[in-house]
């Protein structure tokens, strides 16, 4: 099993016998790849209807936050056009 693809990719080298680090490291990685979140979502068994509603809830969020950077980031542009000319 640890020569799996999953596996091989987190792969974290303790340095110097830093164990607390290489762990903290690890954790990192697997959390921003999602990894814990769906060891914790299948741990138990989750209903069909639940699910969907935890996906359907998990969708709107991503597109909620996706707009919101999208109008930041326009607001936060400093060369864009002044849209009230002559006022």
Not at 14 to 32: C, K, M
Not at 44 to 71: D, G, L, T, W
Request: glycine share 4%; proline share 2%.
């Amino acid at each position: 099993m640890s020569r799996h693809l999953r596996f091989v990719a987190r792969t974290v080298m303790v340095q110097e016998g830093n164990v607390d680090a290489a762990y903290s490291t690890l954790t990192r990685l697997l959390s921003q790849d999602g990894i814990i979140e769906a060891v914790k979502h299948k741990r138990y068994f989750e209903k069909p209807c639940r699910e969907r509603q935890r996906k359907s809830f998990e969708r709107c969020k991503r597109i909620y936050n996706s707009e919101m950077a999208r109008k930041i980031a326009f607001i936060s542009r400093t060369n864009r056009e002044d849209p009230w000319l002559g006022c």
